[in-house]
T-cell receptor
Framework: GENVEQHPSTLSVQEGDSAVIKCTYS??????FPWYKQELGKRPQLIID?????GEKKDQRIAVTLNKTAKHFSLHITETQPEDSAVYFC??????????FGAGTRLTVKP | DAGVIQSPRHEVTEMGQEVTLRCKPI?????LFWYRQTMMRGLELLIY????????DSGMPEDRFSAKMPNASFSTLKIQPSEPRDSAVYFC?????????????FGEGSRLTVL
């Protein structure tokens, strides 16, 4: 099955700086790559996703890039704010099923 | 729609007892997933169903764990007998499966503590 690795496990940035989280996946058949944000004590919620026919997608301050050849994808958050502090999970799946998550990155944005 | 509904939200039990976690997916969703979340292992996929049929249960830790989906609106995850290492937050999630964008909608989770 799919194996997703995520780095770093923790990330601390100053408010206003950018944050980058990277993931790699093992199954070249994976074609859907979502990112979830989980605030403390809450459920994970989708913040952005990308499909394998697209190299980059942006939504306001967040963007995701995908390199299919290298089998890695990244989340970029610009102009970070304290409310961006959370655990972020990347995931990969084939045809929206069998969603496998990375281990998570705990992002702390210091005011 | 009220979203994915899980019960109980919190369960404290003693080792050896049976635990049953329940999930009601979003109406119309045809895929249902059970995940376990711990600090050490993150979000682990235990099992997922498509159209009420178990597709992949390779993530189920051992025979003490079982899951059923008797109809499109209800699923259970059972642990019998429970052990302290089963303590975790168990999330149920549903999606439209292959027919949609792929977003998983998670329930609030069931926090299980086995003493």
């Amino acid at each position: 099955g799919e194996n997703v690795e995520q780095h770093p496990s923790t990330l601390s940035v100053q408010e206003g700086d950018s944050a980058v989280i990277k993931c790699t996946y093992s199954d070249s058949a994976s074609n859907y790559f979502p990112w979830y944000k989980q605030e403390l004590g809450k459920r994970p919620q989708l913040i952005i996703d990308i499909r394998s026919n697209v190299g980059e997608k942006k939504d306001q301050r967040i963007a995701v890039t995908l390199n299919k050849t290298a089998k890695h994808f990244s989340l970029h958050i610009t102009e970070t704010q304290p409310e961006d502090s959370a655990v972020y999970f990347c995931a990969a799946s084939i045809s929206n099923n069998d969603m496998r998550f990375g281990a998570g990155t705990r992002l702390t944005v210091k005011p | 729609d009220a979203g994915v509904i899980q019960s109980p939200r919190h369960e404290v039990t003693e080792m050896g007892q049976e635990v049953t976690l329940r999930c009601k997916p979003i109406s119309g969703h045809n895929s249902l997933f059970w995940y376990r979340q711990t600090m050490m292992r993150g979000l682990e996929l235990l099992i997922y169903f498509n159209n009420n049929v178990p597709i992949d249960d390779s993530g189920m830790p051992e025979d003490r764990f079982s899951a059923k989906m008797p109809n499109a609106s209800f699923s259970t995850l059972k642990i019998q007998p429970s052990e302290p290492r089963d303590s975790a937050v168990y999330f149920c999630a549903s999606s439209l499966g292959r027919l949609n964008t792929g977003e998983l909608f998670f329930g609030e989770g069931s926090r299980l503590t086995v003493l």
